[in-house]
């Protein structure tokens, strides 16, 4: 009964005037050999329309969309278990010129600062905890301090 509630999950955002929450519609993972230096794993997560909101975002009907790739020369399926960690300190990477995180609110940007956990596995399913920092949602100006991004949820293999 207990695992019934905890799949119901939300991406949080924490602003400048409060937290504002996000129920996830979809979180998929993915893994890919590279025929390159390195393998990668893709994170997607699909939120719907917020259910806690600031004055300033109830009238935008943000759904947040968020996409996250680690690269890795050591990256190999084995290594996606509990205790798995890894970070993307920049969102875009500049020596491909691609962006590795793509956050969508109103505005695509990349999010820094991202660390990402397993905490647990069954199956292909994977409960990951990620964090990251991306630009305020609605003041693209950079006046505003960065939002963090918090989500923990179980995601499907794509």
Known sequence: MEKEKTDQHYLRLIRFCGE????????????QESH??????????????GMQ???DTK??????????????????LAA????FKAEIPIGYDEESGENLTN??????????????E???KQGNRILFRI???????????????????LVEAWFEEA
């Open 80 to 83: 996606l278990k509990s205790g």
């Open 20 to 31: 504002e929450l996000y129920p996830i519609e979809s979180a998929t993972w993915q893994y």
């Open 103 to 116: 956050f969508y609110y109103c505005e695509h940007d990349p999010s820094d600062n991202n660390q990402l």
């Open 118 to 120: 397993i905490l647990e």
């Open 59 to 76: 009238s935008l009907n943000g759904q947040p969309h968020w996409e996250l790739t680690v690269r890795a020369e050591k990256l190999d």
């Open 36 to 49: 390159e230096d390195s393998n990668e794993l893709w994170l997607e997560i699909n939120a719907g329309p």
């Open 53 to 55: 909101l600031s004055d």
């Open 131 to 149: 964090s990251g920092e991306v630009g305020d949602v609605n003041y693209y100006d950079g006046s505003k301090p960065v939002n963090k991004i």
